[in-house]
């Protein structure tokens, strides 16, 4: 179970070349027993990489590997406390539910007796809300169902460790916020380590308890998903974890004052503070508030609609700024009654409290 004090996974200055192709570079990660960690980041930033590492089906270059405080250089996949759910999940097509998920466990030294395999492919059945399709056929099942019946086998030996390389990605919309769901249950009934990797933020965000966002084969931050998503360490965070808004800026000798294009200014708290010259202003779209009258919001603009996304619950507006460019901004259905409803082409004023910006010295932009 969860222990503050240990860590299941370390990562020590690991870094993974193929030839001349360096995949991850100078990784250092802990990961805590019992936590759900996320590696999240765009295709080709080595997140596979960093699993695989974890499972030894690769080997670092530099650096090492350790499973619960002991090194894994040299300790083949099998000798290893973990079990993976592989980007491309392989079932046998020709078992049905349950020899898929008793295999890994038939072929274990000194033997397991039958009884003790069905009762565990049976538990592990049940963990997955699969106890009453032990003799279907895979081909029998739906994806998410084959995609649970892969969960299943990889968690009936219990490992210490799951990992799990895009394990939803398959899967259509409503079924995958429901195994989110599922496997974030699972976890906590089964108390052991989780590490996913996924390039859906919204997945890694509403999952894990801890987000790791790498680009480019580089840690770029580390922490909560809130403190990635209300405080990114880095403009690539910032797009990368959620939309953003990108305002031009140049901060003024005096190290608080931000000039925007339109020739208006806004007062830089000490946290936002950059050094002078060119920067960029980064604002959540729901952190922008919009209306039809002038408000009374600390920094407030004038601009017109362009475009609307009708999104159900709420809508995306598209707003062009003179001076500032364009920006997304979302608004509550609950805040704006039908009447309110804004027409592309209607003029709109945008408000938002500067604190709630996130500034970045525009060197430092990915
Ligand atoms: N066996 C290999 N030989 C050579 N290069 C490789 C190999 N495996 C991965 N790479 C390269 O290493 C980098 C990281 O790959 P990796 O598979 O870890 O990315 P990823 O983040 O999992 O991407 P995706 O989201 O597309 O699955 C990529 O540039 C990739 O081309
Ligand atoms: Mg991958």
């Known amino acids: 179970m969860a222990s503050a004090s240990t860590n299941d996974i370390e990562f020590r200055s690991v870094t993974k070349s193929y030839g001349f192709v360096t995949a991850v570079t100078d990784i250092n990660l802990n990961v805590p027993k019992g936590a759900f960690l996320a590696l999240l980041g765009p295709s080709g930033c080595g997140k596979t990489t960093c699993l695989r590492m974890i499972g030894g089906f690769e080997q670092p270059s530099e650096g090492t590997v ?14 290893r406390p973990v ?27 000194p033997r397991i007796a039958a009884g003790e395999i069905n009762r565990r492919v049976g538990e592990a059945l049940e963990m997955v809300r699969l106890g009453g399709f032990a003799k279907r056929r895979i081909h029998e099942m739906s994806g998410g169902q084959q995609q649970r019946v892969a969960l299943a086998r990889a968690i009936v030996n219990r490992p210490s460790v799951l990992l799990l390389d895009e394990p939803l990605a398959a899967l259509d919309k409503k079924l995958r916020s429901a195994m989110q769901i599922e496997l974030q249950t699972l976890q906590r009934e089964l108390g052991i380590t989780f590490v996913l990797v996924t390039h859906d933020q919204e997945e890694a965000l509403s999952m894990a308890d801890i987000v790791c966002v790498m680009s480019a084969g580089r840690i770029r931050q580390l922490g909560s998903p809130q403190e990635v998503y209300d405080r990114p360490a880095d403009l690539f965070v910032a797009d990368f974890v959620g939309k953003t808004n990108r305002v031009d800026a140049t901060m003024e000798a005096d190290g608080r004052t931000l000039r925007l294009g339109d020739g208006s200014a806004l007062a830089a708290s000490a946290r936002q503070s950059v050094s002078p010259g060119q920067a960029i202003v980064a604002i959540r779209p729901e952190a922008i508030r919009l209306t039809r009258t002038p408000a009374a919001d600390v920094a407030s603009f004038q601009g017109t609609v362009t475009h609307r996304i009708f999104l159900g619950s709420s809508a995306e507006y598209a707003v062009t700024v003179p001076g500032l ?13 039908a009447s309110e409803l804004v027409e592309p082409g209607q003029t709109v004023f945008l408000g938002f409290n500067p604190a709630g910006a996130h500034v970045f010295s525009a060197s430092s932009a990915a």
Not at 86 to 106: D, M, S, T
């Open 66 to 79: 350790l499973i619960d405080g002991r090194e894994m250089n040299g300790v083949p996949a099998y000798r």
């Open 83 to 109: 079990n993976m759910v592989f980007q491309h999940y392989a079932l046998f097509p020709h078992f049905n539910v349950e020899q898929n998920v008793a295999y890994g466990l038939r072929q274990m030294r």
């Open 325 to 337: 460019g364009d920006f997304l901004v979302t608004a509550d259905r609950r805040d704006m009654n």
